[in-house]
Antibody
Framework: EVQLVESGGGLVQPGRSLKLSCAAS????????MAWVRQAPTKGLEWVAT????????YYRDSVKGRFTISRDNAKSTLYLQMDSLRSEDTATYYC???????????????WGQGVMVTVSS | DIQMTQSPASLSASLGETVTIQCRAS??????LAWYQQKPGKSPQLLIY???SLQDGVPSRFSGSGSGTQYSLKISSMQTEDEGVYFC?????????FGAGTKLELK
């Protein structure tokens, strides 16, 4: 059974840092691209970042570029999101998700973690 | 960025009724379209990818269609467990973008 379990969320002041982790099990982690998707309270879904199966390629939305870093440790089957210079608008539930590549160049997210809440407030 | 516009924002349906949700992309996404269902307090669940491919384990009453910029999700016979919020997502170009969601309730 595929499982994705996030951890590391919490309350943090603006300008500070936080690192999220996502422990994967039930599949060969090193074969899949992975992503972080967030959802602000009572809002819709927003893609944050994607990393390739081997970590060689990363992609970010503009609003987090230069502040967030997605990374992975395939030996530990763990995905990370280092979040620096946090802003109030980063407040959201952060989901770890597995990428499903199809059609040669498109992607969806076929498994999601339960999510971890990040609150940025003074 | 590719904008995804969903309609309607909300709807209610009776048991057994057919439900259709629309999603329009701001440019051609060449069937790079997925649909998700999210229930309150839960993570999203993938229903459809590639515009019309049913994800494993998803009931066959769910179907997707469309091409170019226009896509739709159909539920052929509304069930109690189908209540929730439905999102479309384009996965062709970064940044991947989602529609604002359609809240489906049982009438």
């Amino acid at each position: 059974e595929v499982q994705l379990v996030e951890s590391g969320g919490g309350l943090v002041q603006p300008g500070r840092s936080l690192k999220l982790s996502c422990a994967a099990s039930g599949f060969t982690f090193s074969n899949y691209g992975m992503a972080w998707v967030r959802q602000a309270p009572t809002k819709g879904l927003e893609w944050v970042a994607t990393i390739s199966y081997d970590g060689s390629s990363t992609y970010y939305r503009d609003s987090v570029k230069g502040r967030f870093t997605i990374s992975r440790d395939n030996a530990k089957s763990t995905l990370y999101l280092q979040m620096d210079s946090l802003r109030s608008e980063d407040t959201a539930t952060y989901y770890c998700a597995r990428s499903l590549n199809y059609g040669g160049y498109s992607a969806a997210f076929d498994y999601w973690g339960q999510g971890v809440m990040v609150t940025v407030s003074s | 960025d590719i904008q995804m516009t969903q309609s309607p924002a909300s709807l209610s349906a009776s048991l057994g009724e057919t439900v259709t949700i629309q999603c329009r992309a701001s440019e051609d996404i060449y069937s790079g379209l997925a649909w998700y269902q999210q229930k309150p307090g839960k993570s999203p669940q993938l229903l459809i990818y590639g515009a019309s491919s049913l994800q494993d384990g998803v009931p066959s009453r769910f179907s997707g269609s469309g091409s170019g910029t226009q896509y739709s999700l159909k539920i052929s016979s509304m069930q109690t467990e189908d209540e929730g919020v439905y999102f479309c997502q384009q996965g062709l170009k970064y940044p991947y973008t989602f529609g604002a969601g359609t809240k489906l309730e049982l009438k």
